[in-house]
């Protein structure tokens, strides 16, 4: 086994070997079939029963053990996908590569890659639950889906004759001692805008302006914390230049790799007139600093740099469109629009501007909005539309998910604070999370599905050094083995 996990270091033996497992086999979103098959033939080699989807959504059943065959039957949900992020400076390739991790300080740690523990560890937990020979439970079924991360294909895909039991436990929540029992549903705003363009200034000279060393992290879990957006914080630079009068040609951009995580790392190629280099390079060093001082205590990474480039693009955007996407760019919302006023301390609705590509041709963008209240999506997401359509550049909005509403009086969630409180003493944290979850999906094609999400402790999710506490894990098997006795 080709990866660096210490599953025999590490106990619950059982969750952390399919962890192991989930690590050396490469699962992109959308690129989950290698794993699905290493995943459906051990569970046909333990007797169970294989199902897969016309979507690519895996179902394991396991029938009850003696005893419980007359109770209602449980479903373990979690996703097999990934996102994958990494520093500009590794050398990995998630379509061949392993995720490598360490043991530090009681944490399992990737360093320079996501870790996948969100959702790998939800996964393996429920795999773990199948292969227990030791723990009494009514009839299982584990639904692992695809394609979560991008765009929750495998969710959508799903029939109502796919599952048969009505209660489903979600492992896919990042805090150890908190049960969720609602989440934020959501949409994408594309931007694909095809651009006029224009000969390239001659004898100007090329520039990399580059925007590096920020945190990123979940766009949903971590929108709140005010951290950077490489893309904003390169857009806010350049808008700058031209608003002082900096003469310079924009040639491209980049930033950002996924829709659903804040984007770490963003860069620029500019053209600037000989001789003009070094008031172009003052003019972004007073910016960098009045963004770092901005960013002190939250994002102290952050680094601006402008270096010369060999690149030499025969075209560009021509000016006025150059403008026109510079200022659209600017003026576009990212981070939380609203706080929730039926839940206290959760964010009700945000957005984040994840990608970005441009080049003399074209400018594509991918806007991911989300909230607790539908209807705040489809209108943060219609007044992106708006402005992109004021400055000519057009844009659309994905079919959106729902979010998925809170039962407080859910059955499910009270035997979970029973056996919670009987096992580890205290209370759990009953919360919101505005994060999207696969439940809201479910919600609508099982209305009577009782629902709960909880997981171990999981830091930095979609951004490099993604983290989880190897304790909570053991806490989080011992919760769910421990629940399913009682269901």
């Known amino acids: 086994m080709d990866?660096?996990?210490?599953?025999?270091?590490?106990?619950?033996?059982?969750?952390?070997?399919?962890?192991?497992?989930?690590?050396?086999?490469?699962?992109?979103?959308?690129?989950?079939?290698?794993?699905?098959?290493?995943?459906?033939?051990?569970?046909?080699?333990?007797?169970?029963?294989?199902?897969?989807?016309?979507?690519?959504?895996?179902?394991?059943?396991?029938?009850?053990?003696?005893?419980?065959?007359?109770?209602?039957?449980?479903?373990?949900?979690?996703?097999?996908?990934?996102?994958?992020?990494k520093n500009a400076a590794s050398t990995h390739d998630f379509s061949r590569d392993p995720i490598h991790a360490e043991l530090r300080d009681g944490w399992l740690v990737a360093d320079?890659?996501?870790?996948?523990?969100?959702?790998?560890?939800?996964v393996a937990l429920a795999l773990a639950a199948l292969e227990a020979g030791d723990i009494a439970h009514p009839s299982l079924e584990v639904l692992l889906t695809v394609d979560e991360e991008a765009g929750m294909t495998g969710a959508r895909g799903l029939r109502a004759g796919a599952l048969r039991g009505r209660r489903l436990i979600n492992i896919d929540t990042e805090d150890w001692g908190e049960f969720y029992l609602g989440c934020a549903g959501g949409a994408d705003v594309v931007v694909d805008a095809p651009l006029e363009s224009e000969a390239a200034p001659a004898g100007w000279q090329a520039l990399r302006v580059t925007v590096e060393g920020l945190k990123g992290g979940h766009s949903g879990v971590d929108i709140h914390l005010q951290r950077g957006n490489a893309i904003?914080?390169?857009?806010?630079?350049?808008?700058?230049?031209?608003a002082d009068g900096v003469p310079f040609a924009l040639a491209a951009m980049e930033?950002?790799?996924?829709?659903?995580?804040?984007?770490?790392?963003?860069?620029?190629?500019?053209?600037?007139?000989?001789?003009?280099?070094?008031?172009?390079?003052?003019?972004?060093?007073?910016?960098?600093a009045e963004i770092a001082e901005e960013l002190a205590g939250v994002d102290d990474g952050f680094a601006l740099r402008a270096e010369p480039d060999p690149a030499r693009p025969e075209h560009v955007p021509d000016a006025a469109t150059?403008?026109?996407?510079?200022?659209?760019?600017?003026?576009?919302?990212?981070?939380?629009?609203?706080?929730?006023?039926?839940?206290?301390?959760?964010?009700?609705?945000?957005?984040?501007?994840?990608?970005?590509?441009?080049?003399?041709?074209?400018?594509?963008?991918?806007?991911?909005?989300r909230s607790l209240l539908d209807a705040g999506t489809r209108a943060l997401a219609d007044e992106i539309v708006a402005l992109?359509?004021?400055?000519?550049?057009?844009?659309?909005?994905?079919?959106?998910?729902?979010?998925?509403?809170?039962?407080?009086?859910?059955?499910?969630?009270?035997?979970?604070?029973?056996?919670?409180?009987?096992?580890?003493?205290?209370?759990?944290?009953?919360?919101?999370?505005h994060a999207g979850l696969e439940c809201g999906i479910f919600t609508a094609t099982w209305p009577d599905m009782d629902m709960i999400s909880f997981g171990p402790t999981i830091r930095g999710a979609h951004a490099p050094g993604e983290r989880v506490e190897v304790e909570s894990v053991g806490r989080a098997w011992r919760l769910l083995a421990a629940a399913l006795a009682e269901l």
């Open 388 to 433: 992109f359509d004021l400055a000519g550049l057009p844009a659309s909005v994905s079919e959106p998910y729902p979010g998925w509403a809170p039962n407080p009086d859910s059955a499910l969630l009270a035997s979970f604070l029973q056996v919670y409180r009987r096992e580890f003493g205290g209370e759990a944290a009953v919360k919101v999370i």
């Open 322 to 369: 150059a403008r026109r996407v510079l200022a659209a760019l600017h003026a576009a919302p990212h981070g939380v629009r609203r706080m929730s006023t039926r839940v206290a301390g959760v964010v009700e609705t945000s957005d984040n501007l994840g990608v970005l590509r441009l080049d003399a041709q074209r400018l594509q963008a991918t806007l991911m909005v």
């Open 232 to 242: 904003k914080l390169l857009v806010r630079v350049l808008h700058g230049l031209a």
């Open 112 to 122: 320079d890659t996501t870790l996948g523990a969100d959702n790998g560890i939800g």
């Open 3 to 85: 990866s660096s996990i210490p599953s025999y270091e590490l106990e619950p033996a059982a969750v952390w070997r399919h962890f192991a497992t989930l690590s050396r086999i490469p699962r992109m979103s959308g690129h989950e079939q290698v794993l699905r098959d290493e995943i459906a033939g051990w569970a046909r080699q333990h007797g169970l029963g294989v199902a897969v989807d016309a979507t690519g959504n895996l179902v394991i059943s396991k029938p009850a053990t003696p005893g419980r065959e007359d109770r209602p039957g449980v479903v373990l949900q979690g996703h097999l996908d990934m996102v994958c992020q």
């Open 255 to 288: 930033g950002g790799t996924a829709r659903n995580a804040l984007p770490r790392e963003a860069g620029a190629l500019i053209l600037v007139p000989d001789g003009n280099g070094a008031g172009l390079r003052q003019a972004l060093t007073r910016t960098a």
